[in-house]
């Protein structure tokens, strides 16, 4: 970890690695829009990562990204969660590539791209306790 001078901030931050390799806020909207009941299963599983966030003390105000949005994202919490939690781990290596199989069959390969793309443009979090 690196100590930087965030442009938003007068004190230093410690940059941490939880840049996201797609975005997600982008492919639910689609998911939504395609599948009535995309919402409801991923609402389920989103309930179960929040959850997790809360008891694990994950606050995404902690960090400092390039697009603001991304303190709305699941992805945010879930890639913090994964660096705290190893029971988030476990659960995750199970749930996780299931939920991508079935988003995965409700979007196009140049949507996944878009995203992919998106994701690298808004990377570079930040972590402002230290």
Request: with cysteine.
């Amino acid at each position: 970890m690196t100590q930087i001078q965030s442009p938003t901030s007068p004190t230093p931050v410690t940059q941490t690695n939880l840049v996201c390799k797609l975005c997600t806020i982008r492919l639910e909207a689609l998911c939504y829009r395609r599948a009535w009941w995309f919402r409801i299963f991923r609402e389920i599983l989103a309930t179960g990562v929040r959850l997790f966030a809360f008891f694990g003390r994950i606050r995404p105000q902690r960090y400092v990204t390039r697009s603001p949005g991304c303190h709305q994202c699941l992805r945010f919490q879930k890639n913090a969660l994964k660096e705290q939690s190893m029971l988030f781990r476990r659960l995750d290596a199970h749930m996780n590539p299931f939920f991508n199989r079935v988003r995965d069959n409700l979007l196009t390969e140049p949507e996944k791209e878009e995203a992919r793309r998106h994701a690298a443009a808004a990377g570079n979090v930040e972590d402002k306790t230290n």
